[in-house]
T-cell receptor, first 113, second 116 residues
Framework: RKEVEQDPGPFNVPEGATVAFNCTYSNSASQSFFWYRQDCRKEPKLLMSVYSSGNEDGRFTAQLNRASQYISLLIRDSKLSDSATYLCVVNWRYGGSQGNLIFGKGTKLSVKP | DTGVSQDPRHKITKRGQNVTFRCDPISEHNRLYWYRQTLGQGPEFLTYFQNEAQLEKSRLLSDRFSAERPKGSFSTLEIQRTEQGDSAMYLC??????????????FGAGSRLTVL
């Protein structure tokens, strides 16, 4: 099983649609989870952290299921400007290591008019 | 500019040459990371520092790669005897040491390497 796995897409959706991405991770000791956004030919930027209780930021909702080791991102009322690659990121802890951040390959979203 | 700076932005080199990239993190950030990204892939972890200490190094990092952060400020990533497979975007990121922010990375714009 890959460390952090995502459906690469692309997801092609019309404006206003609701779209959901899932991500699975293999290290059960992981403690921190994030979604980053990467625009074409740009660096990744933090979209939101993912908390155990779930969290929302405007049109974006993130959920964490520790038992099943997956993370989700829901985008409501999608905008053209949401077109980007969404990267799932997991803090990777093992032994006494403080851990580093492991990125998934990303899910590409394209929002069409 | 208080962001993460990387230099050079682009480097074209011939196979077998050595290249060095520099990263200047956000000044108050203790942690500095190097990642490599190829087209269609997510950033792949290479190594990270806390202050001047190199705390982790990916198993994927061959002996031709070395990174330093001698004074706990800027960092360099050197690739010796470059191969065509080294062609990628090399991303640097930094984060604060304090607990809730330690995992929030701010990336630089990257250094794109092309090995001919």
């Amino acid at each position: 099983r890959k460390e952090v796995e995502q459906d690469p897409g692309p997801f092609n959706v019309p404006e206003g649609a609701t779209v959901a991405f899932n991500c699975t991770y293999s290290n059960s000791a992981s403690q921190s989870f994030f979604w980053y956004r990467q625009d074409c030919r740009k660096e990744p930027k933090l979209l939101m952290s993912v908390y155990s209780s779930g969290n929302e930021d405007g049109r974006f909702t993130a959920q964490l299921n520790r038992a099943s080791q997956y993370i989700s991102l829901l985008i409501r009322d999608s905008k053209l400007s949401d077109s980007a690659t969404y990267l799932c990121v997991v803090n990777w802890r093992y032994g006494g290591s403080q851990g580093n951040l492991i990125f998934g390959k990303g899910t590409k979203l394209s929002v069409k008019p | 500019d208080t962001g993460v700076s990387q230099d050079p932005r682009h480097k074209i080199t011939k196979r077998g040459q050595n290249v060095t990239f520099r990263c200047d993190p956000i000044s108050e950030h203790n942690r500095l990371y190097w990642y490599r990204q190829t087209l269609g892939q997510g950033p792949e972890f290479l190594t990270y520092f806390q202050n001047e200490a190199q705390l982790e190094k990916s198993r994927l990092l061959s002996d031709r790669f070395s990174a330093e952060r001698p004074k706990g400020s800027f960092s360099t990533l050197e690739i010796q005897r470059t191969e065509q497979g080294d062609s990628a975007m090399y991303l640097c990121a930094s984060s604060p040491h304090w607990n809730s922010g330690a995992n929030v990375l701010t990336f630089g714009a990257g250094s794109r390497l092309t090995v001919l």
